[in-house]
């Protein structure tokens, strides 16, 4: 981590496993990547000095990071105006009732009467200023008549100030009309904005409760001895320090000690491997990110209960998640059909308020405010992503299931939906210390409410099937991609996993084999002499 009051950063390398056959794997791992890499950089090749966690400046995000809302307005900051979605309200307007029973049974706040009001208010307004740039037109064609006839003969000054007045009458009451226009579509926008996506035929209504169980794999791990939660084990191995931490930071934050260092370590890169090998392109992301673009992946960085920590006196947030960062790399453009889908795996450090969390469910590593984790985000056409939504789901099974975890995966209820999730399967893994079981990932179908948001759209090398108009192209219009975002890996809650399912009667811990080769070859966490 980044150190003193200098932008100090400090590189935490793994170690990369070294059998003769190494070489080789490495290189099938990066040979896709050439391929799939983003168009406008298809011509550079990855290098491995992806393979490390950046450091992040403390104190630039200490000084700065608040949780509470914002006070100065943006017109006195100079930023942007509002953003604006391409949401389709005709849609919307026609199948009223469908959006309606969709926003009462995920409990959202939206109100649907209120947008649709909105909307006519606007619709109205649009003919009256089509009505008023055609008295316009009018106008001028009248001025120039008066023109041609002033060349043959003398025009009445009544007429001629008749004449201006209506004029002058019209553009102002046109420049009324627009500024009037101006203030409902930004109402519009900020009302809409609020309804959340539809929903899944297949997801299970209700709360979180009602959430189905698709799959249960493993068994608990049996114990012949009392079992330690990950604190106490922590304690005993010296793998944590949560008091420094609280003194130097506030509570919910930790240091990371020993072996826990090169588990983190161990973790990202295996996974970061595993993830590539399915044809993903590896990424770090920025951790500061603008206001607007968290609020275009359907997160509010500015409501009461907020999870994300808004930078003072700027348009920036903390991420939460790296979905918001990769989101934001093809936001307001168009990608050409036959690159697609776009997979990326990106590796990032987390901060999130966890406002309201409390309680010993909560204690430790399992909800903290600031952590590392590897997010998959997929853009894809649209018929397409129900098929990738259950590509991801896989690999986070595949990834659980080779670290010999017993978890279950859910179709999660609607009421438990964020607002642009279509569908969400979550993973939740058995924690013999808390003697239940915790959600370690989730896995999102988006469809197109963040592509409608950031503006990003793809188009296909094939002819529209209509005749176009004279002068224009006969390539098909454009369309909303699809977006899906799953957790790879969320490290502190595998550490918690790891620590409390593998611990030993003697005090130490197994090292799952798959990540021993990228922590030196270390096996067992053994208790440290006292």
């Keep these: 981590m980044g150190l003193g009051g200098t932008t100090l950063q400090t590189l935490k390398l793994a170690t990369i496993p070294t059998p003769s056959s190494s070489s080789s794997s490495l290189r099938s791992v990066f040979k896709p990547l050439s391929q799939s890499f983003l168009y406008r950089h298809s011509r550079r090749r990855p290098a491995l000095q992806l393979f490390f966690v950046r450091g992040l400046s403390a104190p630039a995000?200490?000084?700065?990071?608040?949780?509470?809302?914002?006070?100065?307005?943006?017109?006195?900051?100079?930023?942007?105006?509002?953003?604006?979605?391409?949401?389709?309200?005709?849609?919307?307007?026609?199948?009223?009732?469908?959006?309606?029973?969709?926003?009462?049974?995920?409990?959202?706040?939206?109100?649907?009467?209120?947008?649709?009001?909105?909307?006519?208010?606007?619709?109205?307004?649009?003919?009256?200023?089509?009505?008023?740039?055609?008295?316009?037109v009018e106008r001028l064609r009248g001025e120039r008549n008066v023109v041609a006839n002033k060349m043959k003969g003398k025009l009445e000054s009544s007429e001629r100030q008749r004449l201006i007045e209506e004029g002058k009458n019209l553009k102002e009451g046109l420049l009324s009309l627009e500024e009037d226009l101006l203030k409902l579509t930004d109402e519009l926008q900020q009302e809409a904005q609020c309804i959340p996506n539809m929903t899944h035929p297949d997801v299970p209504i209700g709360g979180e409760d009602f959430s189905t169980i698709r799959k249960i794999v493993g068994t608990p791990h049996e114990f012949s001895f009392p079992v330690k939660d990950h604190l106490q084990l922590g304690k005993e191995l010296d793998l944590f320090d949560f008091d420094a931490a609280s003194e130097v930071s506030g509570s919910k934050f930790y240091y990371l000690k020993n072996e826990a260092v090169m588990l983190e370590m161990g973790l990202i890169n295996w996974t970061l491997l595993e993830v590539m090998k399915r044809g993903f392109t590896p990424l770090t992301t920025p951790e500061i990110v603008r206001s607007s673009v968290v609020e275009k992946c359907g997160f509010q960085p500015r409501g009461a209960n907020t999870q994300v920590y808004s930078i003072e006196d700027s348009d920036q947030c903390l991420i939460g998640t790296a979905e918001i960062p990769v989101g934001g790399i093809h936001m307001d453009s168009i990608i050409a059909a036959s690159l697609l889908p776009l997979k990326y795996v990106a590796v990032s450090h987390c901060f999130r308020t966890e406002a309201g969390a409390a309680g010993t469910a909560s204690r430790g590593?399992?909800?903290?405010?600031?952590?590392?984790?590897?997010?998959?985000?997929?853009l894809c056409r649209p018929e397409e992503s129900d098929f990738y939504h259950e590509e991801l789901i896989r690999i986070e099974e595949d990834l659980f299931s080779a670290l010999g975890l017993h978890y279950k995966t859910l179709d999660m209820a609607c009421g438990d939906l964020g607002a642009p999730a279509y569908r969400k399967f979550d993973i939740e893994a058995?924690?013999?210390?808390?003697?239940?079981?915790?959600?370690?990932?989730?896995?999102?179908?988006?469809?197109?409410?963040?592509?409608?948001?950031?503006?990003?759209?793809?188009?296909?090398?094939?002819?529209?099937?209509?005749?176009p108009k004279k002068?224009?192209?006969?390539?098909?219009?454009?369309?909303?991609?699809?977006?899906?975002?799953?957790?790879?890996?969320?490290?502190?809650?595998?550490?918690?996993?790891?620590?409390?399912?593998?611990?030993q009667e003697d005090g130490s811990v197994i090292i799952p084999e798959p990540l021993r080769p990228?922590?030196?070859?270390?096996?067992?966490?053994?208790?440290?002499?006292r």
Aim: glycine letters at 4%.
């Design 430 to 467: 058995w924690m013999p210390g808390l003697a239940r079981f915790g959600e370690i990932s989730s896995a999102s179908n988006c469809t197109d409410y963040q592509s409608r948001r950031l503006g990003i759209r793809f188009r296909s090398s094939e002819p529209a099937l209509t005749n």
């Design 471 to 503: 002068g224009k192209s006969n390539l098909a219009p454009p369309q909303f991609v699809h977006t899906l975002n799953a957790t790879a890996c969320a490290v502190p809650r595998m550490i918690v996993c790891i620590l409390e399912n593998n611990q």
């Design 518 to 529: 990228f922590m030196g070859g270390l096996e067992f966490i053994h208790p440290k002499p």
């Design 365 to 378: 590593l399992y909800r903290v405010h600031q952590f590392s984790k590897v997010e998959m985000f997929i």
């Design 61 to 136: 995000v200490q000084a700065t990071a608040t949780a509470t809302p914002k006070t100065t307005s943006p017109d006195e900051k100079g930023m942007k105006q509002q953003w604006k979605a391409a949401i389709d309200f005709k849609w919307i307007r026609d199948n009223k009732d469908a959006v309606a029973a969709n926003i009462k049974k995920r409990n959202s706040n939206a109100n649907l009467e209120h947008v649709l009001d909105l909307y006519h208010k606007m619709l109205n307004l649009q003919k009256l200023i089509v009505t008023h740039r055609k008295q316009e």
